[in-house]
């Protein structure tokens, strides 16, 4: 897979009508094709459904991969559980695919007693240390030298663990790309580090921000091998990420990895991606779509039909829709949690301030 242009040229797969392009066998099998289709369509029913609860107020924000399904599917399943993901934005979703429970999941945006993080973080920000993913911050970058850190840290220790650090094209215009390509470099630690490059930083263009021909060909003033992908082909991002993870774990150092992909939606809900791009843009890339492209695929080879791409759809609007209405059930979280999570060992001074909210008893009801 890699040579000596993998950081200019695009490596793919599987093209926009569903034809595979390689030689020989596929890299993953029929069922795990299978079980990536599932996450993605998942993940758009998902999506759709959460946009329209903001837009009727009973959530207050949340940011949407939609096109950019491929590159966090693919990861989930080119890790192993153990591994470490440091997510941007779009990158979420990683948690659902290694078993994370959806109600739970979306008690986040809620922010109620069902989050795991118990109301303390913004809407779209999920994180769980029970499928190693931490949160992300909405500073732009700084979980890339966090990855590289980790990464340096299971190195030290000796184990297996690899990270996984995200960030999009704008981040690649921050200091702290700089200092986490450096280091990754030098150090070799095991880590890959992917770029979705979806050709917008909120509303800046790549163009904009870059002269640089690829974001993948500037890891070569770092000493890291990189490639570029086509991160609408799900097949693609798959295999260049798995070869990434097992270069890094086998002590060969980190790898970036560039995924050439669009974001169809807006920014977040508080974006009106109207007003800086064009709507034919918009539809030309909604032809790479990567679901109907790993759609294509799999009837191709007789392994979707009618009747079971339409019973995967409705077990998985069952499933969502039980998914929100526990999580928008559930109540907030207890006003003591407060003074939780702050020290190891609660100090005097919290335990006095704790015993005083309790003595106070609830608070009115308006």
Avoid at 93 to 108: C, E, N, S, V, W
Avoid at 221 to 243: E, K, M, S
């Amino acid at each position: 897979m890699e040579s000596a242009n993998a950081d200019l040229g695009l490596f793919q797969l599987v093209d926009e009508a569903g034809v595979f392009l390689g030689s020989g066998e596929l890299p993953a099998g029929e069922d795990l094709l299978l079980d990536m289709y599932r996450q993605m369509r998942r993940l758009r029913i998902l999506e759709t459904r959460m946009v329209g609860l903001q837009r009727q107020g009973r959530v207050g924000f949340y940011g949407t991969c939609t096109g950019q399904e491929a590159p966090p599917v693919a990861t989930a399943c080119a890790t192993d559980p153990g591994d470490w993901v440091f997510p941007a934005l779009r990158e979420s979703a990683i948690m659902l695919a290694r078993g994370f429970p959806l109600a739970t999941y979306l008690a986040q945006v809620f922010g109620n007693s069902l989050d795991v993080l118990k109301g303390r973080q913004m809407p779209s920000h999920m994180s769980g240390r029970s499928v190693n993913q931490v949160s992300w911050g909405s500073c732009i970058g700084p979980q890339v030298p966090q990855a590289v850190g980790a990464a340096w840290a299971a190195k030290l220790r000796g184990d297996r663990t690899v990270t996984i650090g995200f960030l999009g094209d704008g981040a690649t215009s921050q200091p702290d790309f700089h200092n986490a390509m450096n280091f990754a470099g030098v150090y070799r630690v095991p880590c890959v580090l992917i770029c979705q490059n979806n050709g917008w930083s909120i509303s800046v263009p790549t163009e904009r921000q870059t002269a640089s021909e690829t974001i993948a060909v500037k890891a070569r003033a770092y000493g890291l091998p990189a490639i570029r992908v086509d991160g609408n082909d799900v097949v693609a991002c798959f295999a260049a990420i798995r070869d990434a993870v097992s270069r890094a774990r086998s002590g060969e150092g980190a790898t970036f990895v560039e995924c050439v992909t669009y974001r169809i939606g807006a920014h977040s809900t508080s974006d009106d991606p109207t007003r800086y791009r064009s709507e034919e843009e918009v539809k030309a890339w909604a032809k790479k779509d990567p679901v109907e492209r790993l759609q294509k695929l799999l009837r191709s080879r007789g392994a979707l039909s009618d009747d079971r791409e339409a019973a995967i759809d409705s077990e998985l609007t069952d499933e969502i829709s039980a998914a929100i209405k526990t999580a928008e059930h559930a109540p907030p979280p207890p006003r003591e949690s407060l003074f939780d999570d702050v020290y190891a060992a609660r100090p005097w001074h919290l335990e006095e301030q704790l015993g005083e909210l309790l003595r106070q008893g609830k608070p009115p009801s308006h």
